[in-house]
């Protein structure tokens, strides 16, 4: 089997949303069965790491631990919402490539995710 290329509008994104009431697929393209997973903390207006590179399958967990809501977004391509202080949304990455994202609340807050 083949991997698709992905563009640079990155609409090969293969993502899962996870949620306490369920997941919603967002994207296109392959998933991974893969079970690993990966943390982005996020304190002090930041997300921790602020670059994170993991394999394609991987779920990274957004965990807020500041006082305030925060959210992790791309654009059209992916949204956690507004995630409370001390609760945690997450997504799982399919496909390869760079993912860039902010908090759409506190817009000076960045991060990278790398699928590689």
Do not use: W
């Not at 670059?51 to 967990?61: I, N, W």
């Amino acid at each position: 089997m083949t991997r698709g290329a992905t563009t640079a509008a990155g609409t090969a994104l293969a993502l899962v949303l996870l949620s306490s009431g369920g997941g919603a697929a967002l994207g296109q393209g392959p998933t991974a069965t893969q079970s690993a997973s990966a943390t982005v903390g996020i304190r002090e207006f930041s997300f921790r790491p602020a670059t994170l590179k993991v394999d394609p399958g991987t779920t990274v967990v957004f965990a807020n631990r500041d006082p305030v809501r925060h959210t992790a977004t791309r654009g059209g391509s992916f949204d956690t919402g507004r995630i409370r202080p001390g609760k945690s949304k997450s997504l799982r990455f399919g496909s390869r490539g760079t993912y860039r994202y902010h908090c759409s609340i506190h817009t000076d807050m960045r991060g990278k995710i790398v699928v590689d």
